[in-house]
């Protein structure tokens, strides 16, 4: 399998990125672009460690092969905010959510999705919506009251 | 140096802090290596600099502490300098934290014989006398040489953040002012530290904020599945299926034809893939083909007839095994008792899943070997690698990173995911990463051993327990992990037994008894380790006693519990979680269950409210849980600990297990190993006790009370009992139907 050449917009920024076609998003940020932030946690969707935004949209890029993100636009935990203020970041700092820590970049950019469709998410929303991410560190509590914290802008 | 200062307890004796690892901090200029983390660090540089085992104090005030152990979320890279900041009276804003390099000798924990090892919820408990005492030895010799500079008693300076004071003058000099002209005595004096009920303090108790927590909302935070070298390439290995198989064919033709690959390593264990990205390592490692040798004893191990061969172990008396707890005559007492009361439990295998699969970074060259890792002790980390290639320990250079989540699982003597590493980067002459998949991250768990605990009690005409047996049936625990800790407990299996003793219980015949099988299959502590099935039996069998005798299950613990202090404190969680709960009020459709638990000191006690669907799946609404840890260093990370060891003990209770089927793994990913998501979990209610004790574990504490207060909940709703974690609706059901009851 001949390897593709692709174009992407990955936090706003132009990248040429030569990949098998058929490799991950996932790993092309991780190891191509050295946005580390993104995180690998089972390969196959079901833990929500390596969201990003895909034009806009949260999802987990170790799902989208990199010949079919061409011309696409990407955002990471690292372009979620220019100095990691993105209200969501400062309230994950004031609920002091993360424990090991592996996981929260997914939850903050899958949060981030829930707040730019839902600005002020009741409780049931945000338990629906956040289900999708693992936190095997049981931070549960804390993500939702730092999302819920955020969407009233007490950050 | 005055022998009337009264900080000063005996100023003739003295002594190391660590063993033979002679004088453990220093005032001074940085190392070279701690420059760059220090604002203001070059100037103080004077070309005598030396590494000083704890603390450095940099000239611009900055204070550098080593913190010791390994960070995989518990928050003890933030409480560990903390305490030491705390007895030297240092300005927290001029902390810098490092993470201290592998000696067992300097950074070892007590509570591990100085082991480097982070685990047991044993780091804050282990060093906390130590920091304390080494902190105040700090904050000694800095006031000494104010007092000294300033021709003035001891005994007349005090200090505030950062500084030193004398009073009567007004003077004062910063720590940072100090350390420009310092003298440094070759051994410290012991300092008479406040006793915990007298302590003012000023950080501990106060939480600041976790020193991590910035860079784990940023993506910046690196753990070593983060690291990149220059030329590094990247592994994948087929390991073997079971322990101990080998490869005895491998057909590597598919697995060479994939793009980016670029050699295939034989080893011992199973066959590495090495390649130009991960995808092109993982998708080689599934393109080969390789039989496996047939001798290994986990072959024939399979989890049912493992539960049965483990319940007629359980079940014969004359099979003897290691005795853990031994207190008066259990046996004997049991034989003449009239009211014997037996139970019988059961645990599945139990998968830590870790958010980070396992994962390294090595580097051998013909200097040595340099290795980038997360793991729970960095010097067994430097032992494995050199071992495996056959280095001494000074050849391997270890760069600690952050632990994405650990639980038992990074702490093994073998450390298998770092000698992967290091044997492809030989292999190939190049740095290497080697990446597990999930599935290989799960097929090649280290588990939490399979359980059948079966218990014997004898209750008394006042319904008091007199006399307690339990045997533990499992399969080997500490022997696999870690031989060389195993060798030393002289057969005691510490991973597997935990939990069975009762230090609080006011039981006066007592025996535990370990019957540890070889099934060759490979296991691990996990969060709780034997606690969290060896406390499931023990609260679940009283339960059943209480409800035997009729008595109220709260009310039946706190009569049983002792009355020493620290079962009085057993007694005012259990009280305290009763009121929280509204203990005595019927809900409609809900069971309440309660469990208690000493915890290696920490007093605990929990009660879950549930409710059953029609399928058999048992729904969790609240968890009320009261934790007394003693001292809290930082009370929102106890609490902080504690959800998260609820949240890991629902996953326990309801929906984890490994079904082990000939040696192999049924369960590959987490759809069909179902840990908890954020709809899973109940309210949760946590109340933290603080009382003047020495600070106990808070990491895993709550997470065994949590399978036993819903099993006891269940019982309450619908008087079936449940006795084998986890508690599948398939069970459920069953119990049901065994029983009688029918769904309301």
Redesign the interface.
Same mark, same amino acid.
């Given at each position: 399998?001949?390897?593709v050449t692709v174009t992407l917009t990955i936090n706003g920024q132009r990248k040429t990125i030569t990949?098998?076609p058929?490799?991950?998003l996932l790993?092309v940020l991780? +190891?191509q672009l050295?946005?580390? @932030?993104?995180?690998?946690?089972?390969?196959?969707g079901?833990?929500g460690?390596c969201t990003v935004h895909l034009n806009g949209e949260p999802t987990q890029s170790c799902l989208h092969a990199i010949k079919d993100v061409d011309g696409k636009q990407v955002t990471?935990? +690292?372009g979620?905010s220019p100095d @990691?203020n993105h209200p969501l970041?400062k309230a994950?700092?004031a609920e002091?959510?993360?424990?090991?820590?592996?996981?929260?970049?997914g939850q903050?950019m899958r949060a981030a999705g829930l707040l730019k469709q839902n600005s002020r998410p009741s409780r049931e929303d945000?338990?629906?919506y956040?289900?999708?991410?693992?936190?095997?560190?049981?931070?549960?509590?804390?993500?939702?009251r730092a999302i819920e914290r955020a969407a009233k802008g007490e950050v | 140096m005055s022998a009337q200062n009264p900080m000063i307890k005996n100023p003739s004796r003295r002594r190391f802090m660590t063993g033979a690892a002679g004088l453990t901090f220093g005032v001074a200029v940085a190392s070279p290596g701690l420059q760059e983390l220090v604002v203001g660090a070059a100037e103080a540089a004077t070309g005598s600099s030396k590494i000083n085992n704890w603390v450095t104090v940099f000239t611009d005030g900055t204070v550098v502490i080593q913190s010791p152990a390994a960070e995989?979320?518990?928050?003890s890279l933030t409480s560990l300098p903390l305490i030491v900041a705390e007895e030297m009276d240092a300005d927290w804003s001029k902390v810098r934290i490092v993470a201290a390099p592998p000696n067992n000798q300097i950074y070892g924990n007590p509570a591990f014989r100085y082991l480097q090892y982070t685990a047991g919820s044993a780091t804050v408990t282990g060093y906390f006398t130590n920091l304390r005492q080494f902190g105040a030895q700090v904050r000694y010799v800095l006031l000494d040489n104010a007092a000294q500079r300033w021709g003035v008693p001891l005994t007349e300076v005090v200090s505030g953040p950062g500084y030193a004071e004398h009073t009567k003058s007004g003077r004062r000099l910063s720590y940072g002012e100090i350390a420009a002209f310092a003298k440094v005595p070759a051994q410290a004096p012991e300092v008479q530290l406040d006793a915990l009920d007298k302590a003012h303090f000023r950080l501990i108790g106060k939480d600041v904020?976790?020193v991590?927590?910035?860079?784990?909302?940023?993506?910046?935070?690196?753990?070593s599945?983060?690291v990149?070298v220059p030329g590094m390439v990247?592994g994948a290995i087929l390991r073997e299926p079971v322990d101990r198989a080998q490869p005895v064919q491998i057909d590597d033709r598919e697995a060479r034809a994939v793009?980016?690959v670029l050699q295939i390593v034989p080893l011992q264990y199973g066959v590495g893939v090495i390649a130009e990205?991960?995808?092109?390592a993982f998708k080689a490692k599934q393109a080969l083909k390789v039989t496996w040798s047939s001798e290994a004893r986990g072959w024939k191990h399979s989890s049912g007839s493992g539960f049965e061969a483990f319940t007629k172990i359980a079940r014969d008396d004359s099979k003897k095994g290691v005795a853990w707890e031994t207190v008066g005559q259990a046996v004997p007492e049991l034989g003449k008792a009239q009211n014997v009361i037996e139970g019988e439990y059961r645990a599945d295998y139990a998968y830590h899943?870790?958010?980070?699969?396992l994962n390294s970074v090595a580097s051998v060259s013909k200097d040595g070997c340099e290795i980038w890792c997360g793991t729970q002790s960095q010097t067994i980390a430097v032992d494995a690698v050199a071992a495996a290639l056959g280095l001494s320990a000074d050849k391997i250079k270890f760069n600690g990173m952050?632990?994405?989540?650990?639980?038992g699982r990074r702490g093994n003597r073998d450390l298998e995911f770092m000698v992967d590493s290091a044997l492809l980067s030989k292999a190939v002459g190049k740095p290497v990463k080697v990446?597990w998949?999930?599935?290989d991250d799960v097929k090649n768990g280290r588990f939490r051993p399979q359980y059948v605990n079966r218990i014997r009690a004898a209750v008394d005409d006042k319904g008091k327990i007199v006399a307690w047996h339990h045997r533990v049936v499992s399969d080997e625990a500490l022997a696999y992990m870690d031989p060389v800790r195993f060798k030393a407990s002289q057969g005691r299996d510490n991973i597997a037994m935990r939990g069975t003793e009762l230090p609080t219980y006011d039981i006066p015949h007592r025996l535990a008894e370990g019957l540890q099988q070889p099934t060759g299959i490979r296991t691990a502590p996990l969060r709780a380790i034997g606690v969290g099935q060896n406390s499931f039996a023990n609260e679940v069998f009283i339960d059943e006693v209480a409800a035997k005798l009729g008595v109220d299950p709260v009310e039946f613990r706190i009569r049983q519990l002792a009355g020493t202090p620290r079962a009085q404190r057993g007694r005012d969680v259990l009280r305290e979680v009763a009121r929280m709960a509204a203990w005595g009020r019927k809900r409609e459709g809900r069971g309440l269950g309660v469990a208690y638990l000493d915890y290696s000191g920490t007093q605990l006690a929990g009660i879950a409210e549930v409710s059953l669907n029609k399928d058999g799946r048992i729904r969790v609404h609240d968890f009320w849980c009261v934790i007394d840890a003693g001292v809290a260093i930082q009370p929102?990370?106890i609490v902080?600990?504690t959800?998260?060891?609820?949240?890991?003990g629902i996953g326990l209770a309801l929906t984890e297990h490994i079904d082990v089927s000939g040696g192999l793994v049924q369960q590959s990913?987490?759809?069909d190993y179902h840990?908890?998501?954020?709809?899973d979990?109940p309210n949760?209610h946590i109340k933290l006790v603080q009382t003047p004790n020495h600070p106990t574990g808070a990491g895993q504490m709550a997470t065994p009370l949590v399978p036993s207060a819903i099993a006891n909940a269940f019982h309450q709703l619908t008087g079936v009992r449940l006795r084998q974690q986890p508690l599948l609706p398939g069970r459920v059901q069953q119990a049901m139907s065994e029983a009688g009851v029918k769904f309301a």
């Open positions: 399998m001949s390897n990949a098998a058929d490799t991950p790993w991780r +190891e050295k946005l580390t @932030g993104t995180k690998f946690g089972c390969g196959v079901q833990c460690a990471t935990i +690292e979620l @990691g970041q994950w700092r002091q959510v993360p424990q090991c820590g592996y996981c929260q970049s903050i945000i338990v629906e956040m289900s999708p991410n693992i936190c095997r560190c049981g931070t549960y509590v804390r993500i939702a | 995989m979320g518990q928050g904020p976790r991590d927590v910035a860079g784990k909302t940023n993506g910046s935070a690196q753990y599945i983060d990149q990247y793009a980016g990205s991960p995808w092109a899943a870790q958010m980070e699969p952050l632990l994405g989540g650990g639980f990446l998949t999930r599935e929102d990370n902080a600990q959800e998260s060891s609820i949240v890991y990913n987490f759809f840990v908890p998501r954020m709809r979990i949760i």
